[in-house]
């Protein structure tokens, strides 16, 4: 299978991995207010000297549109467990067998990649981690590391995000 925005995909067997992040539900209609959060986290980290341990990532926990919205975290990971707070929660990312792929690209494109990383699963007969909660679909690992810094690759058509998605654990690498 030829890919258009993603190299080919391989299943990697993870690590649990702390993270904080700011929780958030928005529409694609609103999606700029997830692209300041970032900041504020990194912001929060510095003021209690605490120091990333990763790529900054979004973790999408149920898949909106224009008019409904996405529930998902905008974190980063850390190196070991912390308190949150009122804004900030605490989480970790779990660990256990992921599919993954490398978006290449504008992130408008993204939803191609997704796609095809989802495609990909069910050719190789893989379980993607995830259930239903009346008519809710819930991802219980769903990620979007950037890998590409903004301040130092402004062109967003250069840009390399890692999409991951938890399997299930049947399904070990």
Request: net charge negative; proline share 6%.
């Amino acid at each position: 299978m030829r890919y258009e925005y993603i190299n080919e995909p391989t299943v990697e067997l993870r690590t649990e991995q702390p993270y904080v992040a700011i929780p958030i539900q928005v529409t694609l209609k609103d999606w700029a207010q997830t692209t300041v959060l970032l900041p504020e986290i990194y912001d929060w980290l510095n003021k209690k000297d605490i120091e990333p341990s990763g790529e900054p990532f979004y973790r999408y926990w149920c898949i909106g549109s224009e008019e409904a919205e996405f529930s998902l975290e905008v974190g980063v990971p850390i190196e070991r467990m912390v308190a949150g707070d009122e804004r900030v929660i605490a989480s970790f990312i779990p660990g256990g067998s992921y599919a993954i792929a490398v978006h290449q690209g504008h992130p408008d494109q993204l939803e191609i990649s997704l796609k095809q990383l989802e495609e990909w699963t069910k050719k190789e007969e893989l379980d993607i981690d995830k259930r239903w909660e009346a008519d809710d679909e819930i991802w219980n690992g769903r990620f979007e590391y950037y890998l590409t810094d903004p301040e130092l690759e402004p062109d967003l058509h250069k840009w390399q995000i890692e999409i991951a998605f938890l399997l299930m654990q049947d399904d070990a690498a």
